[in-house]
């Protein structure tokens, strides 16, 4: 918790180091299978979509993953715990090319790309899902949180299922 | 002693066996690319709202074999071949788009909207020298050609220009459940959701006929009651087994006779955020989900009000591609529309309840294509094929491997 964090008084640099802060501490826990700690990392009402390219581009509504709460986020986690059925395996995500662009009324927009690496049994390592990060992120509880995070895939073909969160 | 090569003869037990060849067997997937996909059957292609105007193009398959499905100026729908009559190039490379006609690249051979060939550069030489013979024919070089239909705003082609009609090709029962969802009401595309499954295409076929498992493996499903073996459900084939349809009625999240055997049943499970499962009765009739698959390429999902058509592109024997396009009517509501959309969060490559499919499929290529010598058993609910009213049953399997055997010899 930091109450004194106030958006208006950041430096550009600043800024973009609490956002990268903010992404590579969301990496760190997903990689780690510290799923309890996702949903804290967004708003009460936000809205997360793992979203394939080619219906973002298009003005398709459709999102793989949808979820339009923290609740829901949470029940993404239960699920993942007690009720789907998938191979074990290891995530690895790589983000880069962080850029803040735009701040605005207390949110601020930013958009980085990322590849997740997908380790299974039985195979090699290999890229699971490449694309980029577009937030919108807002100052919740003297937190950064991810009012609205939505991961745009380019990978058109998805290697099998999505069986964790990106 | 193992053996491990195939002697291509079906097990004495007839259907109620699969021999595990057939999962992983080249020739054997060489032989259903001829004569499934390219034979005598009616192939899903899309929708006619997908290329709503003259120019509009749709880039799909046919089996391993692209198609393109494009709207010519009189507002006809032709399917032809993606592939040059000249040099065997797949001219077409986009998903979809408007067109006034088809440029190959390599050579420039240009193709109408209707596939037919219109112009060869250097058809009559150049500075007098050169050219194709006298009596080269534009209008015997054309595409290839597929006989189309639409049902309802649906598209369906084959290769087999003499084929009997889609309705005939369903049957009354098949038919019947098919403009059940396709009454004729505009389709809405929401999106598409596409995946490869490292898996023979047939598994995710049988998938679909088999309500056996669904009961066991699918927690979601079992435990809020959307598909259970104690709830009052149909499974109903075509004559000839080659379609299918399971049907069920919702049941509620309680421990019933039927739920002591289940494990995936969980009394106390909840979600935060219920509005992910929050369906409404839409449809005439008291279903709740109707599963139909249709020989040889295509699944439609009603589960609750997610609607969606999953086409399946075969890719080699190990792997196929499923493409999910989601859709709504035109005639729904916004209210509607976020209630399908959140309710896709059941199916697809990160549904809750498909995920389990996706990954169940990869484990059973991973068994069966070490043992092509050994053979799968399908005896749950008898070894014949008759309708029942009940889920505890694999006939929709074996008609699907009696329909399956006679086309292949085999």
Same mark, same amino acid.
């Given at each position: 918790?930091?109450?004194?964090?106030?958006?208006?008084?950041?430096?550009?640099?600043?800024?973009?180091?609490?956002?990268?802060?903010?992404?590579?501490?969301?990496?760190?826990?997903?990689?780690?299978?510290?799923?309890?700690?996702?949903?804290?990392?967004?708003?009460?009402?936000?809205?997360?979509?793992?979203?394939?390219?080619?219906?973002?581009?298009?003005?398709?509504?459709? #999102?793989?993953?949808?979820?339009?709460?923290?609740?829901? +986020?949470? *029940?993404?986690? &239960?699920?993942?715990?007690? =009720?789907?059925? $998938?191979?074990?395996?290891?995530?690895?995500?790589?983000?880069?090319?962080?850029?803040?662009?735009?701040?605005?009324?207390?949110?601020?927009? #930013?958009?980085?790309?990322?590849?997740?690496?997908?380790? +299974?049994? *039985?195979?090699? &390592?290999?890229?699971?899902? =490449?694309?980029? $990060?577009?937030?919108?992120?807002?100052?919740?509880?003297?937190?950064?949180?991810?009012?609205?995070?939505?991961?745009?895939?380019?990978?058109?073909?998805?290697?099998?299922?999505?069986?964790?969160?990106? | 002693?193992?053996?491990?090569?195939?002697?291509?003869?079906?097990?004495?037990?007839?259907?109620?066996?699969?021999?595990?060849?057939?999962?992983?067997?080249?020739?054997?997937?060489?032989?259903?690319?001829?004569?499934?996909?390219?034979?005598?059957?009616?192939?899903?292609?899309?929708?006619?709202?997908?290329?709503?105007?003259?120019?509009?193009?749709?880039?799909?398959?046919?089996?391993?074999?692209?198609?393109?499905?494009?709207?010519?100026?009189?507002?006809?729908?032709?399917?032809?071949?993606?592939?040059?009559?000249?040099?065997?190039?797949?001219?077409?490379?986009?998903?979809?788009?408007?067109?006034?006609?088809?440029?190959?690249?390599?050579?420039?051979?240009?193709?109408?909207?209707?596939?037919?060939?219109?112009?060869?550069?250097?058809?009559?030489?150049?500075?007098?020298?050169?050219?194709?013979?006298?009596?080269?024919?534009?209008?015997?070089?054309?595409?290839?050609?597929?006989?189309?239909?639409?049902?309802?705003?649906?598209?369906?082609?084959?290769?087999?220009?003499?084929?009997?009609?889609?309705?005939?090709?369903?049957?009354?029962?098949?038919?019947?459940?098919?403009?059940?969802?396709?009454?004729?009401?505009?389709?809405?595309?929401?999106?598409?959701?596409?995946?490869?499954?490292?898996?023979?295409?047939?598994?995710?076929?049988?998938?679909?006929?088999?309500?056996?498992?669904?009961?066991?493996?699918?927690?979601?499903?079992?435990?809020?009651?959307?598909?259970?073996?104690?709830?009052?459900?149909?499974?109903?084939?075509?004559?000839?087994?080659?379609?299918?349809?399971?049907?069920?009625?919702?049941?509620?999240?309680?421990?019933?006779?039927?739920?002591?055997?289940?494990?995936?049943?969980?009394?106390?499970?909840?979600?935060?955020?219920?509005?992910?499962?929050?369906?409404?009765?839409?449809?005439?009739?008291?279903?709740?989900?109707?599963?139909?698959?249709?020989?040889?390429?295509?699944?439609?999902?009603?589960?609750?009000?997610?609607?969606?058509?999953?086409?399946?592109?075969?890719?080699?024997?190990?792997?196929?591609?499923?493409?999910?396009?989601?859709?709504?009517?035109?005639?729904?509501?916004?209210?509607?529309?976020?209630?399908?959309?959140?309710?896709?969060?059941?199916?697809?490559?990160?549904?809750?309840?498909?995920?389990?499919?996706?990954?169940?499929?990869?484990?059973?290529?991973?068994?069966?294509?070490?043992?092509?010598?050994?053979?799968?058993?399908?005896?749950?609910?008898?070894?014949?094929?008759?309708?029942?009213?009940?889920?505890?049953?694999?006939?929709?399997?074996?008609?699907?491997?009696?329909?399956?055997?006679?086309?292949?010899?085999?």
């Amino acid at each position: 918790m930091n109450p004194g964090l106030d958006l208006s008084k950041l430096t550009p640099i600043e800024l973009r180091l609490q956002v990268e802060e903010l992404l590579y501490a969301y990496a760190d826990v997903l990689d780690n299978g510290l799923l309890d700690d996702w949903p804290p990392f967004f708003t009460s009402d936000c809205l997360y979509q793992i979203i394939a390219r080619e219906n973002y581009d298009r003005g398709f509504p459709l #999102a793989t993953m949808l979820c339009e709460s923290q609740a829901m +986020l949470r *029940d993404r986690v &239960t699920a993942y715990r007690q =009720a789907n059925v $998938y191979s074990p395996r290891y995530f690895r995500h790589l983000i880069s090319t962080v850029r803040i662009v735009g701040i605005e009324s207390g949110i601020v927009s #930013a958009r980085s790309n990322f590849a997740v690496l997908q380790t +299974l049994v *039985d195979d090699k &390592t290999r890229v699971f899902l =490449a694309g980029r $990060y577009e937030d919108c992120i807002v100052i919740d509880e003297g937190r950064l949180r991810f009012r609205q995070k939505l991961c745009i895939y380019d990978t058109l073909h998805v290697p099998n299922s999505i069986v964790h969160p990106v | 002693m193992i053996s491990t090569a195939p002697d291509y003869r079906w097990p004495e037990a007839g259907s109620s066996r699969i021999p595990y060849w057939i999962y992983s067997d080249p020739a054997i997937y060489a032989r259903e690319q001829e004569r499934l996909f390219s034979g005598s059957s009616w192939n899903y292609i899309g929708f006619e709202s997908e290329i709503p105007a003259p120019g509009d193009f749709k880039r799909t398959f046919v089996g391993e074999r692209s198609v393109v499905a494009a709207r010519d100026r009189d507002g006809h729908i032709h399917v032809f071949l993606n592939t040059c009559a000249h040099r065997g190039v797949q001219f077409c490379r986009h998903s979809h788009g408007n067109a006034k006609s088809f440029v190959c690249p390599y050579h420039q051979w240009v193709y109408d909207l209707k596939g037919n060939l219109v112009g060869v550069p250097f058809r009559k030489g150049v500075q007098g020298q050169g050219g194709m013979p006298e009596d080269f024919d534009l209008a015997s070089h054309g595409l290839v050609k597929l006989k189309a239909e639409t049902v309802n705003g649906a598209i369906f082609a084959t290769f087999d220009q003499r084929m009997v009609p889609f309705r005939d090709y369903l049957g009354d029962s098949m038919y019947h459940y098919f403009t059940r969802v396709f009454d004729g009401r505009g389709i809405r595309v929401l999106g598409y959701a596409r995946q490869i499954i490292p898996c023979n295409w047939k598994l995710m076929f049988e998938n679909i006929k088999d309500p056996y498992h669904a009961s066991l493996l699918h927690v979601f499903l079992v435990t809020f009651g959307l598909f259970r073996a104690d709830q009052k459900s149909d499974v109903k084939l075509d004559p000839t087994g080659r379609h299918a349809v399971l049907v069920s009625r919702k049941g509620e999240q309680k421990a019933t006779e039927g739920t002591a055997e289940m494990r995936s049943f969980k009394a106390d499970y909840k979600l935060e955020d219920p509005r992910l499962l929050d369906p409404v009765k839409e449809f005439p009739d008291d279903a709740t989900v109707v599963m139909q698959t249709l020989f040889p390429n295509v699944i439609v999902q009603q589960q609750s009000n997610t609607l969606a058509t999953r086409q399946i592109i075969p890719r080699g024997p190990d792997r196929f591609e499923l493409v999910w396009t989601y859709f709504a009517y035109t005639t729904d509501d916004e209210a509607m529309v976020r209630r399908r959309l959140r309710q896709a969060n059941l199916m697809g490559p990160a549904g809750l309840v498909s995920v389990d499919d996706g990954e169940v499929l990869e484990f059973t290529q991973d068994g069966v294509k070490a043992n092509p010598t050994m053979n799968g058993i399908l005896e749950m609910g008898g070894r014949d094929r008759a309708d029942t009213a009940h889920m505890v049953t694999e006939a929709a399997i074996r008609g699907f491997y009696d329909y399956y055997r006679e086309v292949m010899g085999l």
